[in-house]
């Protein structure tokens, strides 16, 4: 299976606070994507880091993707509870036509 | 603000009845993806179509699941007969071909009893 896997599964911090989740996957990919959800809406789109990028930011996010890993992480800078959802990464491969592989998810809790 | 739009938003119906799920994508979008979430399997892709023609549908169940795009502004899904098991919430998604970013759908939360 190509599906990439996210930990943690979950995470519960303090507003104010960093967020760091991490993706794994296993085969060699074109892009990778974060895509957040919040309870009972369908899935926002992030951030995209191509296959050659090694980092990304955007706002108070920051995705880095380390190809000879198969990782890749999303860091939530300054988290508000407005960021409290489920993130998910998800991974276009070499072959696959576009269609995108999402991971379990990790679902982060923002306390204020 | 464009947005992909689905139909109905939710749906309750008996073991063996036909449901029939609508999906209007952004305009001037010409790929769309049928995904299924549930807690267990997560987001599993269905299906997805590119210019109207499908591109994949291995993830389908052929027996009872069919997917078609009547024309550009409009993607179906139906399930036929309907099983407890189909109980889950149902996106649509669109995009772009020159892009990668997939657009969602709030959903359609269907409840099989």
């Known amino acids: 299976s190509q599906q990439g896997e996210e930990d943690p599964q979950a995470l519960s911090i303090q507003e104010g606070e960093n967020a760091t989740m991490n993706c794994s996957y296993k085969t060699s990919i074109n892009n990778l994507q974060w895509y957040r959800q919040n309870s009972g809406r369908g899935l926002v789109h992030l951030i995209l880091i191509r296959s050659n990028e090694r980092e990304k930011h955007s706002g108070r996010l920051r995705v880095t993707l380390d190809t000879s890993k198969k990782s890749s992480s999303l860091l939530i800078t300054a988290s508000r509870a407005a960021d409290t959802a489920s993130y998910f990464c998800?991974?276009?491969?070499?072959?696959?036509?576009?269609?995108?592989?999402f991971g379990q998810g990790t679902t982060l809790q923002v306390k204020p | 603000d464009a947005r992909v739009t689905q139909t109905p938003r939710h749906k309750v119906t008996e073991m063996g009845q036909e449901v029939t799920m609508r999906c209007q994508p952004i305009?001037?979008?010409?790929?769309v993806f049928w995904y299924r979430q549930t807690m267990m399997q997560g987001l599993e892709l269905l299906a997805y179509f590119r210019n109207r023609a499908p591109l994949d549908d291995s993830g389908m169940p052929k027996d009872r699941f069919s997917a078609e795009m009547p024309d550009a502004t409009l993607a179906t899904l139906k399930i036929q007969p309907s099983e407890p098991r189909d109980s889950a919430v149902y996106f649509c998604a669109s995009g772009r071909g020159d892009t990668y970013e997939q657009y969602f759908g709030p959903g359609t939360r269907l409840t099989v009893t």
């Open positions: 305009l001037g979008h010409n790929t």
């Open positions: 998800a991974t276009d491969h070499f072959g696959n036509t576009g269609k995108l592989i």
